[in-house]
């Protein structure tokens, strides 16, 4: 099983919006709801920003929004802040046994 | 509130074996599922594993299958994973995390498993 594919690095100014796409398979992203992001500043565990492709656990941010299309999922900062600058990673449920989820190869949010 | 703290990771040479603990507190981790999940510094993350916290329903990544084992003390509120026949490649920040909806919403801070001779 392969990891999802994201794209290495996006960056937006201050108060401007990024996307970061999440690629997968008709066996993962596309074959369930069941996408979930993680935003992780550096030398830091990783924080649940969505779950189920569009659910905000409690105590994240608006700005933070997730949709999926076929085998593509995206997550969504509006209002981009200084804050936000991190690593962030997708992860999807997985029709095989083994893994039970696979994780995305990373996307590197910078904030011009 | 919710804290996960992991312990017992170190340097080990390659054929060798550790046992992780995963402390849980501010609920019953025997309720939820529970995953393992590594991250070689500078890289991404790998999901390693998931059981019941009780240590039951376990099921385990294809590359650390018959060599890693989860347990759980219900008494202590604890996860454990046994990591045997360790190779160098298992070397990682291994993270204990709680399932949440298909989601993993609690994290421990991960402890440090080098396997190097």
């Known amino acids: 099983q392969s990891a999802l594919t994201q794209p290495p690095s996006v960056s937006g100014s201050p108060g401007q919006s990024v996307t970061i796409s999440c690629t997968g398979t008709?066996?993962?992203?596309?074959?369930?709801?069941?996408v979930s992001w993680y935003q992780q500043p550096p030398g830091t565990a990783p924080k649940l920003m969505i779950y189920?492709?569009?659910n905000r656990p409690s105590g994240v941010p608006d700005r933070f929004s997730g949709s999926k299309s076929g085998n593509t999922a995206s997550l969504t900062i509006s209002g981009l802040r200084a804050e936000d600058e991190a690593d962030y990673y997708c992860?999807?449920?997985?029709?095989?046994?083994?893994?039970?989820?696979?994780f995305g190869t990373g996307t590197k949010v910078t904030v011009l | 509130d919710v804290q996960l703290v992991e312990s017992g990771g170190g340097l080990v040479q390659p054929g060798g074996s550790l046992r992780l603990s995963c402390a849980a507190s501010?609920?019953?981790?025997?309720?939820?599922?529970m995953h393992w999940v590594r991250q070689v510094p500078g890289k991404g993350l790998v999901w390693v594993s998931r059981?019941?916290?009780?240590?039951?329903?376990?099921t385990y990544a294809d590359s650390v299958k018959g060599r890693f084992t989860i347990s759980g003390d219900n008494a202590k509120n604890t996860l454990y994973l046994q990591m045997n026949s360790l190779r160098v490649e298992d070397t990682a920040v291994y993270y204990c995390?709680?399932?949440?909806?298909?989601?993993?919403?609690?994290w421990g801070q991960g402890t440090l498993v080098t396997v190097s001779s």
């Open positions: 995390t709680r399932g949440y909806n298909y989601g993993l919403d609690y």
């Open positions: 501010g609920f019953t981790s025997s309720d939820f599922w």
């Open positions: 059981s019941k916290g009780d240590g039951s329903s376990a």
């Open positions: 008709s066996s993962d992203v596309g074959a369930y709801n069941r």
């Open positions: 189920e492709v569009s």
């Open positions: 992860s999807s449920f997985t029709s095989t046994s083994s893994p039970f989820y696979v």
